[in-house]
T-cell receptor
């Protein structure tokens, strides 16, 4: 089944404790992206990747890192999480950027205490 | 800067057509127009996209103005399952979602 998977789905952590949220797609998509969703602010793009080893900042990249060493994986790294990073995170992928359908993962709800 | 403007909310009666408007007055010639929707407790779901011409698929139709500064998503016969937040997005390399239109379907 074609899908985007994220792990973990739920995470409660404390300020400053490094964490990684994994994202994987099995559709051989070139484009992958991370979003966060907060009440009243909609979805905001954090980082995106046009292909392996190519990443770029979205609208809210501060406090986040990403890597794209393999086509299928696009982990989101929070080196030192803070409470303002408490949010619902979505990973997405598409064949290419621009005129292609994006497939979204189920979301990861992160709480930073 | 969401780059698109949508009404915050709309209501429609079940089994009637719904027209969801979107303004994207600063769109460039290579930006696609995408529509996604998000049902409660789910990730966004692709609805339709287009560049210049009107587009139809099994879910909806997309009418794009000739100057491309606005578009309208058309749900031909709304059902209760269409109740969701609908996002209109300009897309180049980045997707900027904005806050969308919350569509309520009245039985």
């Amino acid at each position: 089944e074609a899908q985007v998977t994220q792990n973990p789905r739920y995470l409660i952590t404390v300020t400053g404790k490094k964490l990684t949220v994994t994202c994987s797609q099995n559709m051989n998509h070139e484009y992958m992206s991370w979003y966060r969703q907060d009440p009243g602010l909609g979805l905001r793009q954090i980082y995106y990747s046009m292909n392996v080893e190519v990443t770029d900042k979205g609208d809210v990249p501060e406090g986040y890192k990403v890597s794209r060493k393999e086509k299928r994986n696009f982990p989101l790294i929070l080196e030192s999480p803070s409470p303002n990073q408490t949010s619902l995170y979505f990973c997405a992928s598409s064949f290419r950027a621009g005129g292609n359908e994006q497939f979204f993962g189920p979301g990861t709800r992160l709480t930073v205490l | 800067d969401a780059k698109t403007t949508q009404p915050n909310s709309m209501e429609s009666n079940e089994e009637e057509p719904v027209h969801l408007p979107c303004n994207h007055s600063t769109i460039s010639g290579t930006d696609y127009i995408h529509w996604y929707r998000q049902l409660p407790s789910q990730g966004p779901e692709y609805v339709i996209h287009g560049l210049t011409s009107n587009v139809n698929n099994r879910m909806a139709s997309l009418a794009i103005a000739e100057d491309r500064k606005s578009s309208t998503l058309i749900l031909h016969r709304a059902t209760l399952r269409d109740a969701a937040v609908y996002y209109c997005i300009r897309s180049d390399e980045k997707l900027t979602f904005g806050t969308g239109t919350r569509l309520t379907i009245i039985p």
